[in-house]
């Protein structure tokens, strides 16, 4: 099935400084999700993406899908102490039919230092 | 509340002494998957069902067995558990049609397995 890179897999910033985690594929998309997992908590739907070329963007959460479909990217601008987590790629799987659920990257850590 | 509940929350056992982790929502989905989470390794996919009576493997369903009797309930079954078996679990549920693809996920169970 497909797979994805996801990088970094641990980032320390600044509260304030901007972060970005990137998803990477050697294959062409379908669609793309990114998920946040608190620390002790459990993975939250954040978003979906499908469309080439796609920015969504939520506060100060901005999702960007590439314009060929195999990278994607969440940016967080300015953090906060509330950003604090592991952020997830997922993709669909089997998104022509037969198998369902997703297929997760390895997270990249947020760590924020006041 | 919409949601998804998991029990246990938190597990010690022996090697190969039976257990069952319980997953039920009460959202009337019809898919849900298992999923366990392993430092470096993300998470990965167990077993998913479509429907009642419909379940089919993941990527690592080794070890493993899993039921849908009912729509609500999807319990994962540890015949004879291993220490390699020790992980953070997760069940998770969607509805079903096309469109948004959103997985809701149970607050885990935390397993060890001696």
């Known amino acids: 099935g497909q797979q994805v890179m996801q990088i970094p897999q641990y980032q320390h910033v600044q509260e304030g400084e901007d972060f970005t985690t990137y998803c990477n594929s050697s294959?062409?998309?379908?669609?793309i999700q990114w998920y946040k997992q608190r620390p002790g908590g459990h993975p939250v739907f954040l978003i979906q993406?499908?469309?080439?070329?796609e920015v969504k963007k939520q506060k100060r959460l901005t999702f960007q899908f590439g314009e060929a479909k195999k990278n994607s990217s969440l940016h967080i601008t300015a953090t906060q102490t509330t950003d604090v987590g592991t952020y997830f790629c997922?993709?669909?799987?089997?998104?022509?039919?037969?198998?369902?659920?997703?297929?997760f990257g390895k997270g990249t850590h947020l760590i924020i230092q006041p | 509340e919409a949601q998804v509940t998991q029990n246990p929350r938190y597990l010690i056992t022996v090697t190969g002494k039976k257990l069952t982790v319980t997953c039920s929502q009460n959202?009337?989905?019809?898919?849900m998957s298992w999923y366990r989470q392993d430092p470096g390794l993300g998470l990965r996919q167990i077993y998913y069902?479509?429907?009642?009576?419909?379940?089919d493997k993941g990527d690592v369903p080794e070890g493993y067995k899993v039921s849908r009797k009912e729509k609500r309930n999807f319990p994962l079954i540890l015949e004879s558990p291993s220490p390699n078996q020790t992980s953070l679990y997760f069940c998770?549920?969607?509805?079903?049609?096309?469109?948004?693809?959103?997985?809701?996920f149970g607050p885990g169970t935390r397993l060890t397995v001696l």
């Open positions: 998770a549920s969607r509805p079903g049609g096309q469109g948004l693809y959103t997985q809701y």
């Open positions: 294959t062409t998309l379908s669609n």
């Open positions: 993406l499908v469309k080439s070329g």
């Open positions: 997922a993709l669909r799987r089997g998104a022509g039919g037969g198998a369902d659920g997703l297929t």
């Open positions: 959202m009337n989905h019809e898919y």
């Open positions: 069902s479509m429907n009642v009576e419909v379940t």
